[in-house]
């Protein structure tokens, strides 16, 4: 099974502070995503990575940055935390060399900027 | 622009009868959908997709979703619903994008079984 995991399922910090949040998958996987869920809006694409060191902007990239220097390895970085950048994030990644497998998901990072 | 609508954000079905979540689409060409499913704090599963073929789908934990390509729709069922099926589930059509599997989900619908 694949399996994504993301750091941390709670996080707190405080406005203005540099936020990592981290993703890992263990398939192999080409392409990794960062969305952000909140109610009654689905999930919004923030960035999305197709191969190491690749980076593509998704719908609201505004306000974050991604890293990815490991195939396994996305961050999704908060370059200084607002009050409305308090959300639910997920973690997704997909392979490229078959088309249309799903994606799969982490468990979610609940992030709350005070 | 790809889209994709759910216009329920709550369904409620009692234990045992059928239940329907509704999803609609708009897309330029073949339409490539899928159903997610999350339980309270955690990530989204996959439940099935739709690429070509046959218009009723066959997924995980009993659910299954009809394609209907004139009525541009993809709503998933399950003849009998169980407490368990308590959820949030998400429609997605995948987005012409070159080939990233990139995703646009709908808002998402909330279905609460009753016993």
């Known amino acids: 099974d694949v399996k994504v995991t993301q750091s941390s399922r709670y996080l707190v910090k405080r406005t203005g502070e540099k936020v990592f949040l981290e993703c890992v998958q263990d398939?192999?996987?080409?392409?990794m995503f960062w969305y952000r869920q909140d109610p009654g809006l689905g999930l919004r694409l923030i960035y999305f990575s197709y191969d190491v060191k690749m980076k593509e902007k998704g719908d609201i990239p505004e306000g974050y940055s991604v890293s990815r220097e490991k195939k396994e390895r996305f961050s999704l970085i908060l370059e200084s935390a607002s009050t409305n950048q308090t959300s639910m994030y997920l973690c997704?990644?997909?392979?490229?060399?078959?088309?249309?497998?799903?994606?799969?998901f982490g468990d979610g990072t609940r992030l709350s900027i005070l | 622009a790809q889209s994709v609508a759910q216009p329920e954000d709550q369904v409620n079905v009692a234990e045992g009868n059928p239940l329907t979540v509704k999803c609609t689409y708009s897309?330029?060409?073949?339409?490539?959908l899928f159903w997610y499913v999350q339980y309270p704090n955690r990530g989204l599963q996959f439940l099935l997709k739709y690429i070509t073929g046959d218009n009723l789908v066959k997924g995980s934990y009993g659910f299954e979703a009809e394609f209907n390509k004139s009525q541009t729709s993809f709503h998933l069922k399950k003849p009998s619903a169980l407490v368990s099926d308590s959820a949030l589930y998400f429609c997605?059509?995948?987005?012409?994008?070159?080939?990233?599997?990139?995703?646009?989900f709908g808002a998402g619908t909330r279905l609460a079984v009753h016993p």
């Open positions: 398939m192999d996987h080409e392409n």
């Open positions: 997605a059509v995948r987005d012409r994008d070159g080939g990233y599997n990139k995703l646009i």
């Open positions: 997704a990644s997909s392979t490229r060399r078959i088309s249309n497998q799903p994606q799969h």
């Open positions: 897309v330029s060409g073949n339409p490539y």
